[in-house]
Every structure is written in C-alpha cells, then in structure tokens.
C-alpha cells in the first residue's frame, strides 16, 4: 500500500529555512491522479493545510505562509520537498506529508515529523 | 478563509454508546467535507469523504451527514479502539481548512 515517511532535522534556530522531505513508497508520484501535500499540527493552531504540489511541479499554498514556502518534487527519487524560510517559534509543529486526490481529500498520511524552533 | 467549528470539543461516552459530533462551516461547502480520526502520536487517518461517503476499510458504525454548513458525525456503538480526537475538514475553497478538533474519551 502506499506509504508516505517524513524526514529533516528536529531543531531548527529562528529566522533559519526549514527543509523536509517527504519519501512516497507503493505509488508513483508521477501518477497524474495525485496530488503531493504538506500539513502541519500545532497545539495553538490546530490542523494547517500549508500547501499542494503536483508531478509537473506546479503547486499552490496557503496565502498566510505563501511569501515563505517553497514546494518542489523529485520523480527521479519518489519525493517531494517542503520550504519554509524565515522560521519563527510560531513555525513549531508536527509536519505531515499527506497524497491527495483532487486537490480534496488527505489520505494517506505519513508518521509526522516534530520540528522546534529555538535557539 | 472558511472557519469550521466544532462542537462538542470533547464527548465522553461508555462503549456501546451512540456519539454524534457536529462541524459548522462559516459559509456554505455543499458537501465538500471529510471527517479524520487521530489517535495521540499517529496521524490523522480518513473516515468519511464527501460529507456521508464511506472510506475503504472504515467500520459501518461511522457515519456523515450533512450538506451547506451543518455536519455531523456520528459513531454507532462506539467501541474501545474509537476513543480518538476527531476534525473535520472542507474542501470548497483554498486554504483548506479544519476544525479544531473533538475528543472522544471514556466514561
């Protein structure tokens, strides 16, 4: 079955650029009926839908974060990637990477990986 | 941006019990709303799509209503493994957007 894993560092220092990778198994991320999403958790905001990208490379985000994501896929590894810079402690969450079809729903999720910023 | 609100923000129910959770979005999603179980230190995982359809795999006594800005989730004889938080979700406009979230804990 298709399965999504998370990774990048734990900690990252404020104003620095936080980088994760999200590895796909069991599907292509080529295939055309998906799309390629990020989602964080927080205990302050909840659920936060940060942004979608599609095999082609065009992507779309959430206008509150958009001035600092970067989204971008790999189909030579099976991965895409998440950008953000110019991290504050409000940027500390659990991140997801989630398969999307049709842009709707999120299904399946990956573990979630737990990134702090501090100094 | 749509607000989804969720009420209660925690329900607490013997095994057996019928548990109903409601979501209200801030304007009007038609039937553009999915529903997720989490359970502590796991992602979120799929039950209902499409405001009443039944995702592969998720048991009969999990069930969806609803249409324009009222939902409802409803759990049928709520079993051990279903004490969970649960969060719904629209996907009518961008940003998609959730609720925060409704917990499911023992009597």
């Known amino acids: 079955q298709v399965q999504l894993q998370e990774s990048g560092p734990d900690l990252v220092k404020p104003t620095q650029t936080l980088s994760l990778t999200c590895t796909v198994s069991?599907?292509?991320?080529?295939?055309?009926?998906?799309?390629w999403t990020w989602i964080r958790q927080s205990p302050g905001k909840g659920l936060e839908w940060i942004g979608y990208?599609?095999?082609?490379?065009?992507?779309y985000s959430n206008p509150s974060l958009e001035s600092r994501v970067s989204l971008s896929v790999d189909r030579s590894t099976n991965q895409f990637s998440l950008t953000l810079e110019s991290v504050t402690a409000a940027d500390t969450a659990v991140y997801y990477c989630?398969?999307?079809?049709?842009?709707?729903?999120?299904?399946?999720w990956g573990r979630g990986t737990r990134v702090t910023v501090s100094s | 941006d749509v607000q989804m609100t969720q009420s209660p923000s925690s329900v607490s129910a013997s095994v057996g019990d019928t548990v109903t959770i409601h979501c209200r979005a801030s304007?009007?999603?038609?039937?553009?709303l999915a529903w997720y179980q989490q359970k502590p230190g796991i992602a979120p995982k799929l039950l209902i799509f499409?405001?009443?359809g039944l995702q592969s795999g998720v048991p009969f006594r999990f069930s969806g209503s609803g249409f324009g800005t009222n939902f409802t989730l409803t759990i049928s004889g709520v079993q051990p493994e279903d004490f969970a938080t649960y969060f719904c979700?629209?996907?009518?406009?961008?940003?998609?957007?959730f609720g925060q979230g409704t917990k499911v804990e023992i009597k």
């Open positions: 989630a398969r999307s079809h049709v842009q709707l729903w999120f299904d399946p």
């Open positions: 069991g599907a292509s991320i080529s295939s055309g009926d998906y799309y």
């Open positions: 990208i599609y095999a082609t490379g065009s992507s």
């Open positions: 304007q009007n999603i038609r039937s553009w």
């Open positions: 499409s405001a009443s």
């Open positions: 979700q629209q996907a009518a406009s961008f940003p998609r957007t």
